[in-house]
T-cell receptor, first 113, second 113 residues
Framework: EAQVTQNPRYLITVTGKKLTVTCSQNMNHEYMSWYRQDPGLGLRQIYYSMNVEVTDKGDVPEGYKVSRKEKRNFPLILESPSPNQTSLYFC????????????FGPGTRLTVT | SQQGEEDPQALSIQEGENATMNCSYKTSINNLQWYRQNSGRGLVHLILIRSNEREKHSGRLRVTLDTSKKSSSLLITASRAADTASYFCATAGRMEYGNKLVFGAGTILRVKS
């Protein structure tokens, strides 16, 4: 089944404790991205990647890191999480570019206390 | 910066009625996409309309695009209780603005049975 998977689905952590949210897709998509969703703000893009070893900042990259060492995986790293990073996070992928139909993962609900 | 803005923010209708949601954006686009999100879950792609298209249909969905007014509308005909969800427009801009998809804040649709 074609899908985007994220882990963990739920995470409660404390300020400053490094964490990684994994994202994997099995559709051989070149383009992958991370979004955060906050009430009243819609989805805001954090980082995106057009292919292996090619990443770029979205609209809200501060406090986040990404890497794309393999085509199928695009982990999101929070080196020192803060409470303002409490949010619902989505990974998405598509063929080629942002202008193509995006396939979304199920989401990761992160709480930083 | 947020590109698309939907209105209304929330819409409540009876089953069988039509639902219309509007989206406005600010810069030139490559295409505009609509997505649906059931409560707290991943987004699902509904329909994509290119900048040189004016109208597109998919089942009970009808999307229009007016590039001169920088606006789009999504019409859901003969609504069902299962259409209850949040609906987001997303714009894919020209490549000089970055390979990004920018989402609006969404319209919450409630269909009462």
């Amino acid at each position: 089944e074609a899908q985007v998977t994220q882990n963990p689905r739920y995470l409660i952590t404390v300020t400053g404790k490094k964490l990684t949210v994994t994202c994997s897709q099995n559709m051989n998509h070149e383009y992958m991205s991370w979004y955060r969703q906050d009430p009243g703000l819609g989805l805001r893009q954090i980082y995106y990647s057009m292919n292996v070893e090619v990443t770029d900042k979205g609209d809200v990259p501060e406090g986040y890191k990404v890497s794309r060492k393999e085509k199928r995986n695009f982990p999101l790293i929070l080196e020192s999480p803060s409470p303002n990073q409490t949010s619902l996070y989505f990974c998405a992928s598509s063929f080629g570019q942002a202008s193509y139909e995006q396939y979304f993962g199920p989401g990761t609900r992160l709480t930083v206390t | 910066s947020q590109q698309g803005e939907e209105d209304p923010q929330a819409l409540s209708i009876q089953e069988g009625e039509n639902a219309t949601m509007n989206c406005s954006y600010k810069t030139s686009i490559n295409n505009l996409q609509w997505y649906r999100q059931n409560s707290g879950r991943g987004l699902v792609h509904l329909i994509l309309i290119r900048s040189n298209e004016r109208e597109k249909h998919s089942g009970r969905l009808r999307v229009t695009l007016d590039t001169s007014k920088k606006s789009s509308s999504l019409l859901i005909t003969a609504s069902r209780a299962a259409d209850t969800a949040s609906y987001f427009c997303a714009t894919a801009g020209r490549m000089e603005y970055g390979n990004k998809l920018v989402f609006g804040a969404g319209t919450i649709l409630r269909v009462k049975s």
